[in-house]
């Protein structure tokens, strides 16, 4: 595998530059945001800049509430550019002005070639059983001999014979024969640019000297590669970018991610599925890219150890259980404050952040998710009477409603309200009836929270506080509602 080390001589002296250019046709997709993070953490890591350019040629398909939900998604993760983002669409004159210096220094011909042309000569290829490529008549034709009152395309002169050789950062070296490389269109009939062009001009006037996306663009380097290696013989100073083509993401059956693996889009991981940005970040970079046997990364030791050398050249799996996990760490680690602002929204009715923010020590413990931590939180803001689940109603037989009434007794007496001066009046109660604190906890915890599963009993009365637990115990207890 090429080796991923950065000094000037290979960027020419300029320091390093990537882009993240998506096409905004809908969600910042998972596939994306982990494009992005590479390209974001390469330049972190050589001291260079991260671009993020809008690719908005597709009039028909591009929107603004696409645009919005990638912006939204990048910020979320913190993966936005380092400068304004570039829109494509706008530079279009720009992008026509390099294939018209390319049409007037022979690199590139005016195509007269119809639909139909084409289709006849698809059809006979597909009936001769080889490969259809474009040989038009028009590439050497004399100008003299152009019509001038019919539509044209633009084509790039694609060299027929040779091969060209791409020092593939992920994928080493890839070679293609020039022969399978056709006269591909620069400029449509109605003089608008490909994306093909776009995509060449774009990066070489930001500067971009590493393109980083994934392998389904392996087969545009080569043809991209003819537009740069034409127009630096043109004018001078339109070097090489370095590529590093990253596989695409599969799911857990090995196939390629697509909706029936669940989520594609970064807003459904932090909106639908409670994910933390953090999270996913960490995530991402693993899938695909590792440290040894490293799984918990932030994001300065990331910057600091990214190497794209050290990306797979295999497909990488998703796995959810493994983001699930890596999530449970981060809400262990998250500050309780900020957990229970976005905890809160996600609760039904009113919920006291404050209460939230207290509990959160206890109810993070065992959640992988904001989801989780809002359903284990559910039991403090719940209204009496106070609905039971039907586990936690098989634990409140009559003897258990007797041992409640005691229990009741016992602690409503107490002047202290805290977790020591609980557990020592139950633990004491426990050993006085000759019972197990489960035996205790059991029943009082399906009479606190309506479960049968909850935080440590002693954090439960302590967060729902004296009135509201004698409140819960006494309605179980006898039976009667208390208001």
């Given at each position: 595998m090429a080796s991923a080390s950065v000094t000037p001589a290979a960027t020419g002296g300029r320091g390093v530059v990537t882009r993240f250019a998506p096409s905004p046709t809908g969600f910042l997709h998972i596939g994306g945001a982990r494009t992005a993070l590479f390209n974001w953490l390469f330049a972190r890591h050589h001291?260079?800049?991260?671009?993020?350019?809008?690719?908005?040629?597709?009039?028909?398909?591009?929107t603004e509430p696409a645009i919005a939900a990638i912006f939204d998604g990048l910020e979320w993760l913190g993966?936005?550019?380092?400068?304004?983002?570039?829109?494509?669409?706008?530079?279009?004159?720009?992008?026509?002005?390099?294939?018209?210096?390319?049409?007037?220094?022979?690199?590139?011909?005016r195509c007269y070639l119809t639909q139909e042309d084409l289709a006849a000569r698809r059809e006979a290829a597909q009936a001769e059983r080889?490969?259809?490529?474009?040989?038009?008549?028009?590439?050497?034709?004399?100008?003299?001999?152009?019509?001038?009152?019919r539509p044209f395309v633009v084509r790039i002169k694609a060299p027929r014979d040779g091969e060209t050789t791409i020092d593939d950062q992920v994928q080493g070296a890839i070679t293609v024969s020039n022969a399978e490389l056709d006269d591909f269109i620069l400029l449509r009939s109605d003089g608008t640019p490909t994306y093909m062009l776009?995509?060449?001009?774009?990066?070489?006037?930001?500067?971009?000297?590493?393109?980083?996306?994934?392998d389904d663009h392996i087969n545009n380097a080569f043809r991209q590669l003819l537009i740069i290696r034409a127009m630096d013989a043109v004018e001078g100073g339109w070097p090489d970018p370095v590529y590093g083509h990253v596989p695409l993401i599969h799911g857990a059956d090995g196939a390629k991610l697509s909706k029936r693996h669940g989520a594609l889009g970064v807003d459904a991981y932090r909106d639908e599925m409670g994910i933390l940005p953090e999270a996913l970040f960490n995530y991402l970079l693993r899938l695909g890219w590792g440290h040894g046997d490293d799984e918990i990364i932030g994001r300065e030791q990331a910057v600091e150890?990214?190497?794209?050398?050290?990306?797979?050249?295999?497909?990488?799996?998703?796995?959810?259980?493994?983001?699930?996990?890596?999530?449970?760490?981060y809400l262990r680690e998250a500050d309780d404050a900020r957990l229970a602002g976005l905890v809160a929204p996600r609760m039904a009715g009113e919920a006291d952040p404050d209460l939230l923010a207290r509990a959160m020590p206890v109810l993070k413990v065992r959640a992988r998710d904001l989801?989780?931590?809002?359903?284990?939180?559910?039991?403090?803001?719940?209204?009496r009477p106070l609905a039971i689940d039907p586990k936690a109603e098989a634990l409140l037989g009559d003897e258990a409603r007797a041992l409640l009434g005691r229990i009741l007794d016992r602690i409503a007496g107490s002047d202290e309200w805290t977790l020591?001066?609980?557990?020592?009046?139950?633990?004491?109660?426990?050993?006085?009836?000759?019972?197990?604190?489960?035996?205790?906890?059991?029943?009082?915890?399906?009479?606190?929270?309506?479960?049968?599963?909850?935080?440590?009993?002693?954090?439960?009365?302590?967060?729902?506080?004296?009135?509201?637990?004698?409140?819960?115990?006494?309605?179980?207890?006898?039976?009667k509602v208390q208001v």
């Open positions: 001291g260079g800049k991260y671009l993020l350019r809008i690719e908005d040629t597709d009039r028909a398909r591009s993966l936005m550019g380092d400068e304004p983002a570039t829109f494509q669409f706008a530079r279009s004159d720009r992008h026509a002005e390099v294939a018209h210096r390319l049409l007037a220094s022979g690199h590139a011909y080889r490969p259809f490529r474009i040989h038009s008549e028009w590439r050497d034709a004399d100008p003299a001999t152009l019509p001038q009152d776009a995509v060449v001009v774009d990066d070489h006037d930001m500067g971009v000297t590493h393109v980083i996306r994934g150890w990214f190497d794209i050398a050290h990306v797979g050249k295999g497909a990488a799996r998703f796995d959810m259980a493994k983001l699930l996990n890596l999530n449970g760490h989801n989780e931590l809002a359903a284990g939180a559910a039991f403090l803001f719940a209204k020591e001066a609980l557990e020592g009046l139950l633990k004491g109660m426990a050993e006085e009836l000759g019972l197990g604190l489960g035996k205790l906890a059991q029943p009082l915890r399906a009479a606190l929270t309506g479960q049968t599963t909850s935080p440590g009993i002693f954090d439960v009365l302590v967060l729902l506080g004296r009135d509201e637990s004698l409140a819960r115990i006494a309605a179980q207890a006898t039976g």
